[in-house]
């Protein structure tokens, strides 16, 4: 009896076992009839998965039976539909998802630390989603903010720039330690400079980019001054996707690019992932310098490229809210910057990055949680050598170094959403000139720690219709280690003698930084908003221990340098009209309060050419800023999408106080450099089955070229000229094979810096892919 009951037992399992059946989906946009990549897919609500990068999904060991399928995505209605499984069979369907006609369903995090729908949040917030980026012709990370309303980019030679600066709403082009830019929400600009190296990333890694306006600091501290940019990274969706391109453009630039990506479980949300990035690109570059100083300089030559990179990820989902995810990413480069004498590969810069993150994350019930430690270093090396009356050749040799750890805790308590958290970080540089045609050797070295504890409450009252949030952050931040010193000094440096300090004073500052904004939804189609917030940052370390050559004179360390602060007042606006055009209208003005500006300090030094002023960074008082901006959408369908905006701008320094009353010079009333008084930016999206078209155009007025507003003898003129650029994108996807055919400044526009160096004019890209 027990040997039948045995048989049965291993019949009725092997029958169990082979009665297992297969589900296969492929998801598409009804209108367009392209693949969908990444929507959510659940059966019964209890098991789910995501499509991949074809639209493809599978359920496999699944029981005979009734099922409910669920699909989602973001700018689609959801579909739901009953499926039956039948035994011992493989089942493949087809879904076709309708695209809503205007959507705000897109969540953001940046704003707030906490998930919040765009509509739901006031304050300005402009989004880069997926498809935008797939849309806009960029070479670069920075290159696709270009077009969003108030945005300056300051990248002079396009790719061939071994730096960049993006900056918002009148702050200086020049500035970046002013915008906190973040990449998966940890800071990458430096302590030392406040840069950030916008040439780290591969494009293909970038899921969005999250762009907030005005002052962050009530929840970001120091370079959230005037906004903050969090570039955010693709996850693994499936269990194993590829993709991999070459391209070839004009100044014989050629590019290869690959990412793998992969998940060790079938079940979404759950299980390891893990992806691999990397690129390579190197170009025979262009002469970038003027006519002027082509005849007067017998050694110029291209400026050229050579960079790679490569990054890991490696993360585990405990489940849909809960896991842990480490990064790695290492980037190297070689610029040469378009002078030979004698050295092999002339005047160059080099950047070895290394920038590493761990984060864990969780929620449970009413509570999340957000951990993050993050190290990032650099190498930073430039080969500089000129023959003028002598021959002189030395290397800066500066190693920049960021570390910290950031948290985040937010709880849901009726109507409120309380987040609070405490931030740590430290910053260092330690950096040389070495001469190798004299004795010479110029130290700067310094350290900075930063202390950052933070609440904010989000209150949803009147049936959510009205939205508060108040937050507030305290910060301490405290210099020390700093020095400036010279080693066996001679001709070269002997006029710097005078300013060494080997025992810097140190300093500590520390400031509140207070936020409340309130927004009124009448309806889904229209809002108002209000908003204060407070922006707060200390000085970089460049401009505390450091000093040396800048453009027009020389450069003096000031130490006793303090943090400058930054009121913003706004109101803003967004109405939806016939279910296609969506308008929003910003105004601001903002104060800056001790606003750090190089100074002339009545003194003069001679640096072996005559005589030079001495300039400081000091505090000058007050910066005046006000501006609008304003945005169209409209979506003639899924498959035509229109936008247009316009940014005005208008920044003064609004009362100005010299060092020394011997400074014959008065900057009240002057406007702050390369700023944009006028911006318009258009452009077209046209999603279509023979081939995707993109064409943007933006244009850029006049900027002041220096801080006295007067006429340049190299600019020839005391302002930038106006320009307009036009780029054009062409992309077709042939199932599993891809091409893109890239015109940037299709009207070949040459514009100048402030040394007369010239722009890349038309570049164009021709690129060739597949994806598996």
């Not at 008065?666 to 406007?671: A, M, N, Q, S």
């Not at 040459?750 to 164009?764: M, Q, T, W």
């Amino acid at each position: 009896m027990k040997k039948i009951i045995f048989i049965l037992f291993l019949f009725n399992f092997s029958f169990s076992s082979f009665a297992q059946s297969t589900l296969v989906g492929k998801i598409f946009n009804s209108v367009t009839s392209e693949e969908i990549s990444y929507a959510n897919v659940t059966l019964n609500k209890s098991i789910g998965t995501t499509s991949n990068e074809n639209g493809t999904f599978r359920f496999e060991n699944l029981k005979p039976g009734d099922y409910i399928l669920n699909i989602s995505f973001v700018g689609f209605e959801s579909l739901s539909q009953k499926i039956k499984i039948e035994e011992n069979k493989i089942l493949e369907f087809n879904f076709r998802l309708q695209p809503r006609i205007y959507t705000t369903d897109d969540i953001v995090i940046t704003a707030t630390k906490t998930e919040n729908y765009i509509q739901d949040i006031p304050t300005r917030i402009n989004l880069l989603t997926p498809r935008q980026i797939q849309g806009i012709t960029a070479q670069t990370t920075d290159e696709l903010l270009n077009n969003i309303p108030g945005i300056t980019i300051s990248r002079s030679f396009g790719i061939f720039s071994h730096k960049s600066s993006v900056t918002m709403r009148g702050l200086s082009g020049q500035e970046q330690a002013r915008i906190l830019v973040l990449i998966d929400g940890v800071p990458t600009n430096k302590s030392d400079g406040g840069s950030v190296n916008w040439n780290l990333l591969n494009t293909d890694m970038i899921e969005r980019i999250e762009v907030i306006k005005g002052p962050g600091s009530s929840l970001y501290g120091s370079n959230a001054m005037g906004g903050a940019i969090n570039i955010i990274t693709k996850k693994p969706a499936e269990e194993f996707s590829g993709r991999f391109s070459v391209d070839y453009g004009t100044y014989n630039t050629m590019r290869g690019r690959i990412n793998l990506s992969g998940r060790l479980s079938e079940i979404a949300n759950k299980g390891f992932y893990w992806n691999l990035n990397s690129f390579y690109r190197q170009s025979d570059g262009y002469i970038t310098q003027s006519e002027a100083d082509q005849q007067a300089n017998p050694y110029i030559v291209n400026s050229t490229l050579q960079e790679w990179s490569a990054s890991a990820k490696l993360g585990y989902d405990f489940n849909k809210n809960n896991g842990f995810e480490l990064d790695f990413i290492y980037y190297d480069d070689k610029r040469e910057t378009g002078e030979k004498v004698y050295q092999p590969d002339g005047n160059k810069t080099d950047h070895d990055t290394y920038h590493i993150r761990a984060r864990y994350f969780g929620e449970s019930n009413k509570l999340t949680y957000n951990i993050s430690f993050f190290y990032l270093n650099e190498n930073y090396k430039k080969v500089n050598e000129y023959l003028k009356d002598d021959y002189t050749f030395y290397d800066v040799l500066s190693v920049r170094e960021d570390l910290g750890a950031l948290s985040s805790v937010s709880y849901s308590l009726n109507k409120n959403k309380i987040t609070t958290g405490i931030d740590f970080k430290q910053g260092a540089v330690d950096a040389k000139d070495v001469y190798y045609t004299s004795t010479d050797i110029v130290y700067n070295r310094g350290k900075m720690n930063f202390l950052g504890l933070f609440v904010q409450d989000e209150i949803s009252i009147l049936n959510e219709k009205l939205k508060i949030i108040a937050g507030l952050r305290f910060d301490y931040a405290r210099y020390f280690d700093g020095s400036f010193e010279i080693e066996n000094p001679t001709g070269e440096t002997t006029f710097m003698t005078d300013f060494e300090n080997t025992d810097m004073q140190e300093d500590a500052w520390n400031a509140l930084s207070p936020k409340l904004s309130a927004q009124y939804n009448f309806n889904q189609d229209f809002r108002f908003y209000a908003s204060y917030a407070k922006g707060f940052r200390p000085s970089i370390l460049d401009d505390l221990c450091r000093s040396g050559r800048m453009r027009g004179g020389f450069k003096l360390a000031n130490p006793t340098l303090q943090p400058e602060y930054l009121n913003n007042f706004e109101i803003g606006t967004d109405i939806r009209l016939f279910n296609k055009l969506r308008s929003s209208a910003t105004l601001y003005y903002s104060l800056g309060t001790d606003f750090m500006y190089y100074v002339n300090t009545g003194d003069s030094i001679d640096m072996g050419y005559g005589l030079r002023p001495i300039y400081k960074r000091s505090n000058i008082s007050e910066v005046s800023i006000y501006g609008a901006e304003i945005e169209f959408n409209y979506l003639l369908n899924e498959q035509l999408i229109f936008n247009a905006n316009y940014a005005y701008t208008h920044s003064q320094i609004s009362n100005y106080k010299p060092l020394s009353e011997s400074d014959p010079i008065d900057l009240t009333d002057k406007y702050l450099t390369d700023v944009p008084a006028n911006m318009v930016s258009l452009s077209v999206y046209w999603k279509n089955r023979i081939v995707n078209t993109s064409l943007t155009a933006k244009y850029t007025d006049e900027m002041w070229v220096n801080d006295l507003n007067q006429y340049d003898e190299i600019v020839l003129d005391d302002k930038y000229p106006a320009y307009t650029t036009i780029d054009l994108k062409f992309s077709k996807d042939f199932k599993r094979i891809f091409a893109n055919l890239s015109i940037q400044n299709i009207l070949d526009t040459r514009f100048y810096d402030s040394k007369g160096a010239v722009c890349p004019g038309r570049f164009i890209t021709i690129e060739l892919g597949t994806k598996f």
